[in-house]
């Protein structure tokens, strides 16, 4: 089945340091969505890239879909406190009539020294 | 209004006990989403419900049995868990569920912990 993969798992950075986050898939994707989870926090969604070679920013934060639309990332320029938490990418299910199943990523943590 | 609300916050309850999860939204939403977050893991899907009926069950055991009352509300009923089964339970809405591009809205989630 469908296998989403990110890496790193953990991200330690001085306040100010950009941080990024890889997302890859085994099969293509017709999309990426990604998340973030404050600690003690639920999901929350931040974006959705659909085409092929997509770019998206978000202020400090650039989305990016791969070419094969295989793989992703989120880059976080000059990180704030305000960024920890754990980053999510989420493909859709691979089952037939599967509704609006996602397939999440084991996540990133992000700590933020000041 | 793009709240999902779940209650209770917390809960703490035995094996043998039964108990019930809520989870409400008010956006018109018409698929709903019962999550299992363990510590530092991913939410897996257990259950999606699609216009009150359900469309996935991810092979969820049956000491956990969902119940989706009206659009708006969604249940989760508890009986006889294990101590694994401690976990963040997510509900979660989106649309209409049928298709991939769907947003999904999470609720804060309710923190189970089984003795």
């Known amino acids: 089945g469908q296998q989403v993969m990110q890496i790193p798992q953990y991200q330690h950075v001085q306040e100010g340091e950009d941080f990024t986050t890889y997302c890859n898939s085994s099969?293509?994707?017709?999309?990426i969505q990604w998340y973030k989870q404050r600690p003690g926090g639920h999901p929350v969604f931040l974006i959705q890239?659909?085409?092929?070679?997509e770019v998206k920013k978000q202020k400090r934060l650039t989305f990016q879909f791969g070419e094969a639309k295989k793989n992703s990332s989120l880059h976080i320029t000059a990180t704030q406190t305000t960024d920890v938490g754990t980053y999510f990418c989420?493909?859709?299910?691979?089952?037939?009539?599967?509704?609006?199943?996602?397939?999440f990523g084991g996540g990133t943590r992000l700590m933020v020294k000041p | 209004d793009t709240e999902v609300t779940q209650t209770p916050k917390h809960l703490v309850m035995g094996m043998t006990n039964k108990k019930s999860l809520k989870c409400e939204q008010h956006?018109?939403?018409?698929?709903m989403y019962w999550y299992k977050q363990k510590a530092k893991k991913p939410p897996e899907l257990m259950f999606v419900?699609?216009?009150?009926?359900?469309?996935i069950n991810e092979s969820v055991p049956s000491r956990f049995s969902p119940e989706c009352p009206n659009s708006s509300l969604l249940n989760l009923h508890l009986h006889a868990l294990q101590p694994e089964d401690s976990a963040l339970y997510l509900c979660?809405?989106?649309?209409?569920?049928?298709?991939?591009?769907?947003?999904?809205?999470f609720g804060p989630g309710t923190r189970l912990l089984v003795l």
């Open positions: 979660a809405s989106s649309s209409s569920g049928s298709g991939s591009r769907e947003t999904q809205y």
């Open positions: 099969t293509t994707l017709s999309n």
């Open positions: 890239l659909v085409k092929s070679g």
């Open positions: 989420a493909g859709p299910g691979d089952r037939a009539n599967a509704g609006n199943m996602l397939t």
């Open positions: 956006m018109g939403h018409r698929a």
């Open positions: 419900y699609s216009y009150e009926k359900l469309s």
